[in-house]
């Protein structure tokens, strides 16, 4: 908000004086006029002859002046001298945490800028402690979750080591058995810290995307083609639909292959008994890529919480059988990297993932 000359606090309060200045003159004038009326009267002829002849004509008349002077500039200038109490009101309950007092613009000069540059600057000072805080409380969420993430398979590998260390198996066949189980323990929890990994360094400035001019049609075939073996063992059929030949986006190609690899192996693990993933690239004024599958529904209630760290659809499934829950949270961060969104639905027609991309 900017501030017009004639509206300026400086030539608003050069208005009050003068005008205190003049209402004073006319005022002593008017009171000169009266007395000179009502000097016929005995007693008050009798107290204006005593002020004359202690203070004489001219004193009584600055005298007057000065005090209906400061009875006028006090009233010219009270909204303003109010406005600034509000302010400085506003401002201590700021200093005192309450990001909520939000000081009223009451004028179009530079009190009210001045009101409007504290507000603005309380907003952000709430915005940016309201973050800090998120960030603290996102931090230890993600301790506790990766502790007990990690508990989980380090138990069972300390506890299967264990039985080898102190020969407590029948024959070689047990120990090759208890090494092979904590091998593939360790497996699971090299992926798991691998995928944790990732995740800090998506959702936490860690990871530049390296933009670029690359056509998402070309990159999603490639990808269908590497998931050829892997759909052929799940007996599904991926069937992909542009409806360009070439649709062009700008953004990180090995970012957007995770984000991929992570709905496509999310399809078919959860959607085999669909028999087919179905991929439409559609261009318009944003691109989107809608991934079908055609497996059990989704809850309702979980789909809301889809894109959570750590979270599972199905809660007794084990970190072996289904995935550690950073999958979609990974795809949600990178998606958000290139200013784009990501959602779902599902229903019993099928389960859809929408990638929205500039």
Not at 94 to 117: Q, V, W, Y
Not at 173 to 196: C, G, M, N, T
Not at 200 to 218: C, N, P
Not at 232 to 244: D, I, K, N, W
Request: glycine share 6%; proline share 2%.
């Amino acid at each position: 908000m900017k501030t017009k000359p004639q509206s300026s606090i400086r030539w608003r309060l050069l208005l009050a004086f003068a005008f205190s200045i003049l209402l004073a003159v006319f005022t002593v004038l008017f009171l000169l006029f009266m007395a000179l009326v009502l000097s016929q009267i005995s007693i008050v002829g009798l107290v204006l002859q005593v002020l004359e002849q202690s203070l004489g004509v001219l004193g009584v008349c600055i005298i007057t002046g000065i005090i209906f002077f400061i009875i006028y500039f006090f009233l010219f200038t009270q909204r303003t001298i109010a406005y600034i109490e509000e302010i400085n009101r506003k401002v201590n309950l700021m200093a005192k945490g309450d990001f909520s007092a939000a000081i009223p613009l009451r004028s179009r000069d530079e009190l009210g800028l001045l009101a409007e540059n504290i507000n603005t600057m309380s907003a952000r000072l709430k915005e940016s402690i309201d973050e800090e805080r998120s960030a603290e409380r996102t931090k230890t969420e993600l301790i506790t979750s990766v502790s007990h993430d990690l508990r989980t398979p380090l138990t069972s590998i300390l506890g299967y080591l264990d039985l080898v260390v102190n020969d407590r198996y029948r024959d070689e066949l047990a120990l090759r058995y208890y090494a092979d189980i904590a091998f593939h323990k360790s497996k699971r929890l090299q992926q798991l810290i691998d995928e944790l990994f990732e995740y800090t360094r998506v959702s936490y400035g860690g990871m530049k995307a390296v933009y670029e001019q690359i056509d998402l049609v070309e990159l999603l075939e490639q990808l269908t083609e590497e998931f050829v073996p892997l759909l052929q063992e799940a007996s599904m059929v991926c069937r992909l639909t542009p409806s360009h030949k070439k649709v062009y986006v700008k953004a990180d190609a090995n970012l957007l292959v995770r984000v991929f690899e992570n709905l496509l192996t999310n399809a078919m693990r959860y959607g085999k008994e669909g028999k087919y993933v179905d991929i439409e690239v559609i261009e318009g004024e944003r691109v989107l890529v809608r991934m079908t599958n055609y497996g059990e529904p989704i809850p309702a209630k979980d789909l809301p919480h889809l894109f959570d760290r750590f979270y599972r659809v199905e809660k007794s499934r084990s970190l072996d059988s289904g995935g550690a829950g950073l999958g979609l949270a990974i795809a949600q961060s990178i998606i958000s990297l290139h200013g784009g969104k990501i959602t779902a639905q599902s229903d019993s027609s099928g389960t859809t993932f929408e990638v929205e991309l500039k």
